[in-house]
């Protein structure tokens, strides 16, 4: 069955530092991948979007990779801040219209 | 972009009633979606609406349970029948474009609980 796996463990990481995130998938073979944020108590918000022919791609101090070999996508987070402490999810397309998420990695970042 | 609004942003229901959750957006849009996310989970998506024709639902929801409705294109309505303590949870409506590969816009959501 097709499966979205993000990071089980929350990332605690210290103002500054780069956070990386891990969303690996099974038995899809998505065209885009997407990355949202989510704050406690608030709907997901859209980052970026990543097509299945790229690499790579930076958004301000975002970075996302997407490997189709190795069925992942690495979202890193530079010289973080308070401020990027929430819930990042990944999501995949499964048809033409309609997206799966993963659970989500809950990022702290602290002063 | 698009603004979304929802109603009521949290509600706590008693077993055996519904509930119907409303979603409103600032604009004009042909695919919107009705989401469930429980406690640390992911969200998982109920069914898709468009405006015209008959809501589509992923496996394991069915219209009896959660009927919907889409009048327009600014416009929809999710309700939660004969509820039951499982169906506590957040419910959130999205809107996109052109579909997967373009952006979803996110209600706010509406949190239940059912006692």
């Known amino acids: 069955s097709q499966k979205i796996e993000q990071n089980s463990e929350a990332l605690n990481i210290q103002e500054g530092k780069t956070a990386t995130l891990t969303c690996n998938y099974t038995n899809y073979s998505p065209a885009y991948l997407q990355w949202y944020r989510q704050d406690p108590g608030r709907g997901p918000v859209f980052l970026l979007l990543i097509r299945e022919n790229e690499k790579e791609k930076r958004k301000e101090r975002l970075k996302v990779t997407f490997d189709t070999t190795l069925k992942q996508s690495l979202f890193h987070i530079t010289a973080s801040q308070p401020a990027d402490s929430a819930t990042y999810l990944c999501?995949?397309?499964?048809?033409?219209?309609?997206?799966?998420f993963g659970a989500g990695t809950t990022v702290t970042v602290r002063a | 972009s698009a603004v979304i609004s929802q109603k009521p942003s949290r509600d706590i229901c008693q077993r055996g009633t519904s509930l119907t959750i409303q979603c409103q957006v600032d604009?004009?849009?042909?695919?919107m979606f009705w989401y469930r996310q429980q406690p640390g989970q992911s969200l998982t998506l109920i069914a898709t609406a468009n405006q015209g024709s008959e809501a589509t639902y992923e496996s394991g929801f069915v219209i009896d349970k959660f009927p919907i409705s889409r009048p327009n294109l600014t416009f929809s309505t999710l309700t939660v029948s004969n509820m039951s303590p499982e169906d506590s949870s957040i419910y959130l409506c999205?809107?996109?474009?052109?579909?997967?590969?373009?952006?979803?816009?996110f209600g706010p959501g509406t949190r239940l609980t059912v006692l």
């Open positions: 999205s809107v996109g474009r052109s579909g997967a590969s373009d952006t979803q816009y």
């Open positions: 604009s004009q849009v042909t695919m």
């Open positions: 999501a995949l397309d499964t048809n033409d219209y309609k997206l799966s």
